[in-house]
């Protein structure tokens, strides 16, 4: 059975060692993909103060971004949005965040529908507000 390394040249550089996702057989899974932007520590939607903490966010921002970057990491491995079979969602703010997270959920799934797990965690390794584990067909 293959096991490949994918590196995508369009999603944000992972934080730590470890790829963008690894095809092994016909899945792919998704190491956990953020809302940050390449090539910069920028993160829509969120306003950083001086000693680097969250000082207000957009969760809809965070999550059309986030979104934005599973895309472009299943397209570079030669998968697409429709092969999404399962995600794990990590929230740090369910109360708060999760009605515009399903919401919006419900606007870029209505089509594919995979299994959904959400998880409300403390944090995240940067200041974000949303983390997606994705599996996908290959």
């Known amino acids: 059975m293959s ?21 092994v057989g016909e899945l792919l899974f ?17 306003e ?5 903490g969250i000082v207000s966010y957009d969760i809809e921002a965070q999550c059309r971004s986030v979104f ?3 895309k472009a990491i299943l397209e570079d491995a030669g998968s697409h949005w429709d092969k999404i079979v399962d995600v794990t969602v990590y ?4 109360k708060d965040d999760f009605p515009a997270y399903n919401r919006l959920w419900a606007e870029y799934f209505r089509d594919n ?15 974000i507000a949303i983390e997606l584990k994705v599996v996908a067909l290959a």
């Open 3 to 23: 096991n490949q390394k994918i590196e995508s040249n369009k999603a944000p550089e992972p934080v730590g060692l470890y790829p963008h996702a690894r095809r």
């Open 91 to 94: 929230l740090t703010n369910m």
């Open 48 to 52: 950083l103060g001086e000693d680097g």
């Open 68 to 70: 934005g970057n599973v």
């Open 113 to 127: 529908q995979p299994c959904r797990t959400t998880l409300e965690i403390n944090c995240l390794p940067t200041p």
């Open 30 to 46: 998704l190491s956990g993909v953020g809302p940050r932007e390449r090539g910069t520590k920028k993160i829509p939607g969120v």
